[in-house]
């Protein structure tokens, strides 16, 4: 004679265990497919990063206020990030030397979409790097993008008071960020990357770097993916592939923003007779080496 309690154990028994497998699957697939992700990781990828100077309907020509390269290596699952300040000189073919916030806005005019291109062509021949992407964004679209993942928090070092931010209708506004933990939604952000009256372009820069990792981290989060797609979809200027993406969210997603970083300030600069700013070439490929292609 069969025994009811003994039935009734078994089936829970049964039950436990295939939730145990339906839960285990999916985590054993991404353990599966991120081991094969390192056997067999995808190539190098270097991008370049470009925060254009430009308002709401003003479109691509135009100054780039924040130009970054980023270098992603697969296969450590390392991210590197070069700041380079608006005001450094570097060579540019067929136009000389040249303030590299001006360069997008030189091909811009040559012809649409020709910015990152002509720029491409003078870091790789300054530098020995030719970026294989770009992406391109302007205020708004910066401003969405923080909006979409549901602000950012970044640790401000020290206080900063600008009695001259400039606002969108050509006025000036007083902005203010206390030392320590700030929260910050998009337009907060867009200040914080913005703002160098208190104190100068290199730190600027570095802020750039911090908001970026700060994104990152956010963006570790599955569910702010849609969000944030729909705004690079709908706002951003790139010619990353969905393959691109899907090589590049391992090691990106994975640092947790922790990269190697540096932004080309004073040690990494000389001077002109004219009295530009251009890199110390020999300090900067050193540092490129091994992080860049």
């Given at each position: 004679m069969n025994n009811p309690r003994r039935q009734r154990r078994g089936c829970s028994t049964g039950l436990v265990l295939a939730l145990f497998i339906a839960l285990m699957l999916p985590v054993f697939a991404?353990?599966?497919m991120l081991v094969t992700y390192l056997v067999f990781p995808p190539p190098h990828l270097d991008i370049l990063v470009l925060g254009l100077d430009a308002r709401e309907g003003e479109g691509a020509l135009t100054r780039a206020d924040s130009v970054m390269l980023v270098g992603v290596d697969p296969a450590h699952l390392r991210v590197s990030v070069l700041s380079i300040p608006r005001d450094v000189f570097i060579e540019v073919p067929?136009?000389?030397?040249q303030r590299i916030n001006t360069i997008n806005l030189?091909?811009?005019?040559?012809?649409?979409?020709?910015?990152?291109?002509?720029?491409?062509?003078?870091?790789e021949q300054s530098f020995g790097v030719r970026p294989k992407r770009y992406i391109r964004l302007d205020f708004a679209a910066f401003v969405e993008l923080?909006?979409?993942?549901?602000?950012?928090?970044?640790?401000?070092e020290r206080t900063i008071i600008d009695d001259f931010y400039p606002t969108a209708d050509g006025g000036i506004t007083t902005i203010r960020f206390d030392s320590g933990v700030q929260y910050l939604d998009g337009e907060r952000a867009l200040q914080y990357v913005r703002t160098r009256y208190a104190d100068d372009d290199y730190r600027r820069a570095e802020r750039q770097q911090q908001v970026l990792a700060s994104l990152v981290?956010?963006?570790?989060?599955?569910l702010n993916w849609p969000a944030a797609l729909d705004v690079l979809r709908?706002?951003?200027?790139s010619d990353l592939s969905l393959f691109d993406l899907l090589s590049l969210a391992p090691p990106v997603l994975?640092?947790?923003g922790r990269?190697?970083?540096?932004?080309?300030?004073?040690?990494?600069?000389?001077?002109?007779?004219?009295?530009?700013?251009?890199?110390?070439?020999?300090?900067?490929?050193?540092?490129?080496a091994g992080r860049f292609e």
């Open positions: 991404c353990g599966l067929n136009y000389g030397l030189l091909g811009e005019q040559e012809a649409t979409g020709r910015g990152p291109a002509l720029l491409g062509d003078a870091l923080v909006d979409a993942v549901g602000g950012i928090a970044v640790d401000v981290q956010r963006l570790a989060n599955p709908r706002r951003v200027d994975l640092s947790g990269f190697d970083q540096l932004v080309l300030n004073r040690d990494y600069l000389l001077g002109t007779a004219e009295g530009n700013a251009v890199p110390d070439y020999e300090k900067v490929k050193s540092w490129l």
